[in-house]
Each structure stands twice: as structure tokens, then as C-alpha cells.
């Protein structure tokens, strides 16, 4: 049996392929059969432009319904599709792209204008090219192929996509996911949060993470449904749409954002049945504030890029605040001890999940690899957490230093580095701190060189042209040193709790 997710989504879509798929507010209406065919002429293009089977195809492409053609197509071709946040950088000072592309290798990468040449002489080797634009763009290629591809012959191991994550060393890793990967998770969150042809998505997320491109556009597209495609998230856009939707799935900040317009209530949510929240924790007050405001109970799950999907609140039972619920059928997830060991119901310990949503490794670091995973085959999540007597999983934190704005992962070492590195700073650490808006704000605390002054203004304005805007700390504050404990390593949480306060007292 062919494995291919395409060929799965292809199953479930094909018998109603002159359905509308995209409906693009100002724009075309793109039905299942359009998105079959430019998809099948991009995969040619891919080959044509040397693409063989397992080549990675890397994309940091504005988001558009062509991007998601090029993802099905990399699909169909049999390519390892990597899709690379909008924000990374690439110029003089900027290493942000150079790394995945070095670590990857990728065979074609797909660019935006703006960055073509840049990438074109550090990649000689690779095929680089727009999307969109005149016929050297990978859509200009495109346009002459056949809109009949027979999509490739995949095993269930072979690998889909490869998503980077940051790591605690500041070093990326690239999550290997398989179509097995894709496609069982997809399966599954079809029948949990109960898709159906009916369904109309509000999609206002990135299409270069997990939750925009894989959660969303899998559970639509396996059940022949429609999204609405909007480019980004802006709270005023999304509720002149909200009333032509049934579906709508964000990061808490999408809620919190929603909540801050005083004309979002229930007449607005009127069509919706379910609203889904994920990728960082949904505050228990946002949860109430959105019950109380609308009438509707979001529904929070919790996933990880190399896992997809792992825990759901349910669909017709009680969804509980505070709670990611019970694990998805076929996944199993653990709480342990320091010495692996497991923790009864309401003792905090370390999650560990096992099943066939889990990846199958970082590239090219099976060392890195052996560490994440136990010998019985869990993968160890970096999060804390307890199973509550009733089943559902409760997250209590992270044992991984890490901080998650607005949905985005920002791994403080990486910034340290940065900021290390500036003339005038002597040594920095970076936390997340509460943030109504982001969840967390990146803010920094540094320790200048003696006799130099370094302003918050100079080093915010050098991160910014050195890494993405959302890694850059939206606060810097100055010390004289830092707080450290009797083994010298620094005490984040007692920064934490300092700058939280300070925080909490300029917002009131
Ligand atoms: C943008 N900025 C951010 C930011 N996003 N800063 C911190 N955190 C973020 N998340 C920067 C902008 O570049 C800009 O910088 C400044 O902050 C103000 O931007 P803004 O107008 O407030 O941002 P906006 O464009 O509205 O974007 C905010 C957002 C967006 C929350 C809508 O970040 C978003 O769509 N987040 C969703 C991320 C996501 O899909 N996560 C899923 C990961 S998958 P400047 O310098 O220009 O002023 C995963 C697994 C799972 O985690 O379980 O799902
Ligand atoms: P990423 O590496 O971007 O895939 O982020 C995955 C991380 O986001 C997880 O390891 C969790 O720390 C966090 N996360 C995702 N969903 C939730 C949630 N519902 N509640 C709390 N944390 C979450």
C-alpha cells in the first residue's frame, strides 16, 4: 500500500475534488482539483529543476495558496519538504538561514525576492528560486508541466518533512517526520474533534509550524472541508470572518487578542462549533473570560513539533481549564520520576510520549537522538507535568530553558550568545517573563563591561538585524551581576520572579 500522505489526503478528497478548499477573502476561490493540479505541475518543476526522491525542498515563502501547493507537491514527489519561518534572517551579520541550509543541504530552496541573491551565492550548488514571478520563479517553471503527477510510492517510514527546533544548546535541530507521522495524527484529530465536509476553518496561522500547516490543513483536507485563508492573524480581520466559519484553531494569544475587541461576542461566534487553542498553555482566565464572553468552551490540546498532536481536550465531554486532557487514541504518554520511574496520578514528574505520531529523529545528530528517547522507545518531551485521577494531563512547566511567545519558541542560550558577543556586555541571561498579549516576553538582563554603558535602545536595535524580530527581547534591563547558587550556574527562577514583578507592577 502506498504510504504517501498526499495519496492518503487524495483518498478523502478526490471524490468531491471540484469542492472549493481555499476560499481567499479579496481573492480566488481555489477548489481540491486546483490545488491536485498545481501541485502536480510544481512536482514536475521540482524534478525538472534535479530534485530527486528524499531531497530536501526548503521554503521561507510569505504564506499564499501556491505555498500549500508546493507543500503537496513536495509530498507527491517523494521530497522532504522543510518549511522555514518567515522572520530568519539571512545577511552580513545574520546566520539564521546559512545554518539550515548548511545542516539540511537542501536540493531546491524556494525564496522570496527579497532574499534570492543573498541565498543564490551562499547556496551555488542548490537550485534557488522564487515562487512567484517570471518564468525562472518555481510557478514560471511550473506553468507548462502536466497537471498529472503520479504521486511517488512511499513506505510508511520514508520522511515527509523535516521542522526545525530550537535546542537548549542554541543549536537547531531538524525534527525528521514521516508520512506515517503526518497521516496517523491527521486520522486521528479528524475523528476526535469530528470534522466533517460541512466544516469551514478560520486559518490565520503561519504555514511553516505544526499547528497552521499540519493540524489544520490535514483535518480540512481529509475531510473534503473548506478554509478560510487569511494571510496572518489580525484580530479586526478575523472577526469580520469568524461569522462565515465553524472552526477556528490558535494560539492563545489569537484568544486573548479576540477577547481585547470590545465588539467580539456571540453574535460574531454564531456559526462556530469549536475553537481550538494550542502550541503554548491557554491561561485558565482567558479560558473563563472566553466562556463567559461568547458562551464557548475553547478546547486545548498539546503537541510539540516532533510529536504533532499528543493530548486533547475532549469534544462532547467536559473540557477542563488549566488541562491538555487525556491522550489521543494510539498515544501513550507518561509522567516520570528524576530516576525514570513512574508517577501516580497527581505527582509532577517528566513527559514522556510514545506512538506512531512520534518523529524518528534529528537529523543527521543520532546522538542527540539516543539522548531524547528512553530504552523502551518514549520520547522525553522536556515538559512537567501531572495525570490528574480523571486521566487529563495538567502541564505545570518545563524543564527545558525555554521561553514561548505568542506561540513562538525562543531559546534563551541562542540569545545569550548574541548578546554576550556585543562590545560593552559582559555576560547576559534571557527568561521569559508573563505577558498578557505573548504568553511570555523575551526580556534580557545584562551585565555591562565595567566602565562602558551599553543602552537597552543599541542592543535591541542590533538583535534585530541579526536574528528574527520575534526572538528579540522586547525588554533589556542592566545589573551588576548576576544571582548564582552555590555551583556558580545562574538562578533564572529568581530572575524570573524579580522581573515578573517589575512587570506586573508597569502594567498596572
Ligand atoms: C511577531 N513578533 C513577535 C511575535 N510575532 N514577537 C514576539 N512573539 C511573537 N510571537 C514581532 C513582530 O515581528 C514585530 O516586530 C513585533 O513583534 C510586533 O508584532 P505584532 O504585530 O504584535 O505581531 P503579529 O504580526 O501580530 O504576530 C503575533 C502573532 C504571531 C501572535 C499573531 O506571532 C503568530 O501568528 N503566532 C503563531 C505562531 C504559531 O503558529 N505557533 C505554532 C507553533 S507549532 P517588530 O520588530 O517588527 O516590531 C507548535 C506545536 C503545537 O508549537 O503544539 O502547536
Ligand atoms: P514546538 O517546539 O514549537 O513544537 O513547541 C512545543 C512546546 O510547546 C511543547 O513542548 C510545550 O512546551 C508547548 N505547548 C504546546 N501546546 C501546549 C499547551 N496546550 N499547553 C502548554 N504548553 C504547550
Redesign the pocket.
Known amino acids: 500500500m502506498n504510504a504517501n500522505l498526499y495519496g492518503l489526503l487524495h483518498d478523502h478528497f478526490a471524490e468531491h475534488a471540484e469542492q472549493p478548499c481555499l476560499l481567499i477573502p479579496g481573492g480566488p476561490v481555489i477548489h481540491y482539483d486546483d490545488l491536485d493540479s498545481t501541485s502536480a505541475r510544481i512536482a514536475h518543476a521540482l524534478l525538472a529543476a534535479g530534485c530527486k526522491i528524499g531531497d530536501r525542498v526548503a521554503v521561507q515563502v510569505d504564506k499564499s495558496w501556491e505555498a500549500l501547493a508546493l507543500y503537496l507537491a513536495s509530498l507527491r514527489a517523494g521530497l522532504v519538504y522543510l518549511p522555514l519561518n518567515t522572520?530568519y534572517q539571512v545577511s552580513e551579520n545574520a546566520n539564521e538561514l546559512p545554518y539550515f541550509f548548511d545542516d539540511a543541504d537542501p536540493a531546491v530552496i524556494v525564496c522570496r525576492n527579497d532574499t534570492l541573491d543573498a541565498i543564490t551565492s551562499l547556496r551555488p550548488h542548490a537550485a534557488v528560486m522564487t515562487l512567484h514571478g517570471d518564468s525562472g520563479s518555481l510557478l514560471g517553471q511550473a506553468a507548462d508541466k502536466s497537471e498529472v503527477f503520479d504521486t511517488v510510492h512511499s513506505r510508511p517510514g520514508d520522511l515527509a518533512a523535516i521542522l526545525y527546533t530550537s535546542g537548549t544548546t542554541g543549536r537547531s535541530k531538524g525534527a525528521m517526520l514521516t508520512h506515517r507521522n503526518l497521516g496517523s495524527n491527521a486520522l486521528t484529530l479528524v475523528e476526535q474533534w469530528g470534522f466533517t465536509r460541512g466544516d469551514v476553518l478560520l486559518h490565520?496561522?503561519?504555514i511553516y509550524?505544526?499547528?497552521?500547516l499540519f493540524?489544520a490543513c490535514h483535518c480540512v483536507m481529509l475531510c473534503g472541508g473548506r478554509m478560510l485563508w487569511l494571510p496572518?492573524?489580525?484580530a479586526k480581520t478575523v472577526i469580520a470572518h469568524l461569522p462565515q466559519a465553524t472552526v477556528m484553531m490558535?494560539?492563545p494569544?489569537?484568544y486573548t487578542?479576540l477577547l481585547a475587541e470590545p465588539d467580539f461576542g456571540p453574535e460574531v461566534c454564531k456559526t462556530i462549533r469549536l475553537f481550538v487553542s494550542?502550541?503554548?498553555p491557554l491561561l485558565p482566565d482567558t479560558f473563563k473570560a472566553f466562556k463567559a464572553r461568547t458562551g464557548h468552551v475553547i478546547l486545548e490540546?498539546?503537541?510539540?513539533?516532533e510529536t504533532g498532536?499528543n493530548t486533547s481536550n475532549p469534544l462532547v465531554e467536559e473540557r477542563i481549564a488549566g488541562t491538555v486532557g487525556p491522550p489521543l487514541p494510539g498515544v501513550s504518554v507518561r509522567i516520570v520520576g528524576p530516576e525514570g520511574a513512574p508517577c501516580a496520578a497527581g505527582v509532577v514528574g517528566a513527559i514522556e510520549v510514545k506512538g506512531p505520531n512520534v518523529f524518528v529523529g534529528y537529523w543527521r545528530m543520532p546522538e542527540k537522538t539516543g539522548e531524547e528517547f528512553t530504552a523502551d522507545g518514549y520520547f522525553r518531551t522536556g515538559d512537567l507535568g501531572e495525570m490528574l485521577p480523571n486521566g487529563y494531563l495538567r502541564i505545570v512547566g518545563r524543564a527545558k530553558d525555554m521561553i514561548?511567545?505568542?506561540?513562538?519558541?525562543?531559546y534563551p542560550k541562542e540569545i545569550e550568545e548574541k548578546i554576550d558577543s556585543l562590545s560593552g556586555v559582559c555576560e547576559s541571561a534571557v527568561i521569559g517573563v508573563p505577558d498578557a498579549?505573548?504568553g511570555e516576553?523575551?526580556t534580557a538582563i545584562v551585565v555591562p563591561e565595567p566602565g562602558t554603558s551599553p543602552s537597552e535602545a543599541e542592543i535591541i536595535s542590533t538583535l534585530?538585524s541579526e536574528i528574527?524580530?520575534?526572538?528579540?527581547p522586547?525588554r533589556v534591563h542592566f545589573v551588576d551581576d548576576l544571582p548564582r547558587n552555590a555551583m556558580g550556574k545562574i538562578e533564572k527562577s529568581v530572575l524570573r520572579r524579580r522581573y515578573s514583578a517589575e512587570n506586573q507592577d508597569v502594567s498596572r
Not at 509550524?209 to 497552521?212: F, L
Open positions: 522572520g490565520s496561522l503561519p509550524h505544526v499547528h497552521g493540524v496572518k492573524f489580525d490558535g494560539v494569544t489569537f487578542r494550542g502550541s503554548a490540546r498539546y503537541g510539540m513539533t498532536m514561548i511567545s505568542g506561540g513562538l519558541n525562543v498579549d505573548l516576553a523575551v534585530k528574527a524580530a520575534f526572538k528579540v522586547k
